[in-house]
Structures are given as C-alpha cells and as structure tokens.
C-alpha cells in the first residue's frame, strides 16, 4: 500500500504543462486511488490537494462534491460548503454539507449567516439547522426564538425549524407553558405542534395557543395539513374576486387593485404550504418592496401604507384602499417602517375552510 502512497505522491507532482482535458483525467485517476487507499491523507501533501481541489471544482454545488469531501477528509472548502448547503437547505445534499460543518465544529460559520445583514440568507441557515436536526443544531436555535431584537420573520424560521425534531417541539411546548413565547410567533408556533406527530403534544398545545378561525368560529388545521387538500379552482376564483376581498388589492393579468403584489404568477413562486401563511399569517414574511410605513405628520396624523414614491420634497403612500397620497416632507415629522403586513390578517374570518382551499387552489393554478 505505502508504494501505491509513494507512487500517487509522484503523480501528482508530475508534469506541469498538461492540456485541461488530460489534467482532468489525471486529478480523476489520482482521487480513484485515494478513495480506494483511504490511508493517504489528502491534507498534509499539496500536490495531491491541488488534484483533488482541482476535481472537486468540476463537481461544485452537486452531492458528489460533499461526498468526496467527507470521504476524502479535504480541509479548508467549509465556506463552499456553506453555500452549497445555503443554496438548497431542504435538500440532501445542503443537509449533508451541513452536518458535515457541524461535525467541523464549523457552528460559528453558520450562526454568522444567522446574525448577518441579509435576512433571506439568515432564514435559510436557521432552517438548515433544523434539516440537520442534531442536538447541536437545535441549541442554536433555542435562544433565537427569543431574541426581541432579531427580525419576526428570522425567529420564525427559527420556531418552524425546531419544530423538525421531537427535542425542538418539546422545548417549543415548554416555552409556551412557561408562557415566554413572544405573541407574534404564536401562528407559527401553534402551526408547528398542532402538526406535531405527538398525540400528548397536540393536546398540550391546545390548552394554550388556537389556531386561526374561519367564518363560523371553527378553527383550522395546520397549514401543513391544508396544504395536501385540493380545492375547486373555479369557484376559487370567484371567491378571490368577491368575498374573499383579493381582487382589492391584488392584480391578477390585469385584473384588480395594486396594493399588493401582482400574483399572476405566484403559483411558479410558492408552494401551497407558503400561499396559506401568506393568507393566514400575512406579517410572518413581508414581501420585498411591500413593507408597509408610517408616516407621523405634525399634525398628529398618521398615514400608513406602502411608500411607492419618494422624491427630494415628498413621499408617496398608498393606502390598503389603493389611494395614494402625496405627502410634503415638510409636514413629516418621522416615517417609520412597520413590521406588520398592510394585508389584512384575519381574511380567514370571511370564508371557510372549503373557501380557503379554493382560493388557494385559484391561485396555484396562475403560472408562468
Ligand atoms: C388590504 C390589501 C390586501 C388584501 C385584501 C389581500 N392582500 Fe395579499 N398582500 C397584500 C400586501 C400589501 C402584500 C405584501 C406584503 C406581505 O407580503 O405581507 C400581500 C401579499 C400576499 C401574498 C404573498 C405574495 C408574494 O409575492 O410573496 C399572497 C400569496 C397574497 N397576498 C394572497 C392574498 C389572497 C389570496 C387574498 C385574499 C384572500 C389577499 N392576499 C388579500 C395586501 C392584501
């Protein structure tokens, strides 16, 4: 064995000046032997690490990267490995690369993520933890719940990445109990343990927090289970254009006020689990360009909105009636940016469970 070491060591030191195609099948000869050898350490001979960094590149963002990485023990590509769980943490291949950082002690990396400026990026790597699921994990995770001064939608994805594991739904219920839960994770927490597979569970979280009611009191199932219904799509649509009040702030192909954000094609963007948290839950995640402000005039007034105009001397707000009104910078004393959706958030109240999945339905059906 030590001369198969000896001879690769020779290999991969050998010419310099290969054509790319013939280097490419060089650098994949020599990371054939190493994963059959095993004994070589990849690390500590730079030569063979260039081979197999090399092949590693051809490989980028796929399985096959994170599993000759931890075959072959390569150091020093955690950042790569990082992204290509960031990229896909619902995936196989994200769940591995991050189990593999943790086993790395590599938990810093990803808490950075969290604590970092872009929240999409910190809502992923809050529920990479939760894909991975292990006890380290899920301590991170913990105290984020918690944290006032993290955004809603963060610690929600925090909440719902517990909720992957029985460890991170019983610390859910405790908190609860203990009645610390901050109230505007309430949806997303009753979501995650009424979903519980736990019968002690789902009672236990039925004697502190309820789930959204429809017309006629009765409450819902977690969205979970919603989502797997299918509805009449027809009669959705005559929902959203009437009861159900869409149509008032949403233009679907040209149809329709535009409060919100046009939804002709929202059925290529989110799943149905995402379209009944935007339903049911408007403030868990705001879209981008739909955060609603508020403009405290010194008058006393207060114009709240979304600002779709802003030039040296005024700001424009439009209202939830899709009136737009200019406002002169003068006459404002502040303008703040609010965490609460300008989308209602009990439309539920207005419709059924039936009227609900229809709708849903409706708008699953307007793709690309
Ligand atoms: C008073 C206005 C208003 C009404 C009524 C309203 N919405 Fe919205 N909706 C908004 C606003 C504003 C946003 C963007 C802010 C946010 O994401 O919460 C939004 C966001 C959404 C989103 C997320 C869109 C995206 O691109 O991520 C969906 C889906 C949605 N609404 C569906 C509906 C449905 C279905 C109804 C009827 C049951 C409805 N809305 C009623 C104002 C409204």
């Known amino acids: 064995m030590r001369w198969i070491a000896a ?14 195609d013939a280097q490419a099948a060089k650098d994949a000869t020599i990371v054939e032997t190493l994963l059959r050898l095993k004994t070589v350490d990849v690390n500590s001979n730079p030569k063979l690490k260039d081979a197999v960094l090399r092949h590693l590149e051809l490989h980028q963002g796929t399985p096959k990267y994170v599993d000759l990485v931890e075959a072959l023990n390569v150091l020093g590509v955690e950042e790569e490995l990082l992204q290509l769980a960031l990229a896909d943490p619902a995936s196989t291949a994200g769940v591995h690369a991050g189990t593999l950082l943790l086993q790395r002690d590599q938990a810093e990396l990803i808490a950075g993520k969290i604590n970092g400026d872009d929240e999409e990026i910190a809502i992923k790597a809050a529920g990479l933890l939760g894909y991975v699921g292990s006890q380290e994990a899920m301590e991170i995770l913990k105290p984020l719940v918690l944290e006032n001064q993290r955004t809603r939608p963060t610690r929600a994805a925090a909440a719902t990445a517990l909720g992957h594991s029985r460890l991170g739904e019983k610390y859910l219920l405790r908190v609860v109990e203990e009645g610390k839960l901050p109230a505007d994770l309430n949806f997303t927490v009753a979501n995650v343990l009424y979903a519980s597979t736990d019968a002690t569970i789902r009672a236990e979280v039925a004697k502190h927090l309820t789930l959204p009611a429809t017309a006629g009191s009765k409450p819902l199932p977690p969205v979970a289970e919603l989502a797997k219904r299918s509805g009449d799509p027809t009669r959705g649509q005559e929902l959203f254009k009437t009861t159900a009040t869409c149509i008032k702030c949403h233009k679907v192909r040209g149809e329709g006020k535009e409060v919100g954000p046009d939804l002709s094609e929202i059925g290529s963007k989110l799943p ?23 403009a405290i005039l010194d008058s006393g007034n207060i114009v709240t909105g979304l600002k779709v105009n802003e030039t040296d001397d005024s700001v424009t ?52």
């Open 7 to 20: 001879l690769l060591v020779l290999l991969a030191a050998g010419e310099t000046t290969l054509g790319d």
């Open 317 to 368: 707000i439009r209202s939830a009636e899709s009136i737009d009104k200019v406002i002169a910078k003068t006459e404002i004393e502040e303008i703040v940016k609010s965490s609460v959706s300008l989308m209602p958030a009990e439309l539920q109240k207005t419709m059924s469970e039936q009227d609900l999945v229809d709708v849903v339905e409706y708008i699953s059906t307007l793709k690309k």
């Open 272 to 294: 149905k689990e995402a379209m009944f948290i935007s339903i049911l839950d408007p403030s868990a995640g705001i879209s981008h360009n739909y955060e609603t402000y508020s």
